[in-house]
């Protein structure tokens, strides 16, 4: 299973330098997650102050 970013994200950038394999872009609202690139390691989920980065 791969992260994905929720609705509560506020695009503040903080999950995106964290990615070891870079798979963390800026959308349009929020950041996404390419689910076919993460690595399920969960460093996105660790440092969102708003718990957006969850376990699909």
């Known amino acids: ?3 994905v970013i929720n609705d509560s994200c506020m695009s503040c ?4 330098p964290e990615c ?3 798979c963390i872009t800026a959308g349009d609202d929020q ?8 690595i ?6 660790n440092v969102c102050p708003v718990d957006a980065a969850v376990m699909e």
């Open 1 to 3: 299973m791969a992260y």
């Open 13 to 16: 950038g903080a999950c995106e």
């Open 20 to 22: 070891p394999v870079s």
């Open 31 to 38: 950041y996404e997650i390419d689910a076919s690139a993460c």
């Open 40 to 45: 399920d390691c969960g460093a996105c989920a």
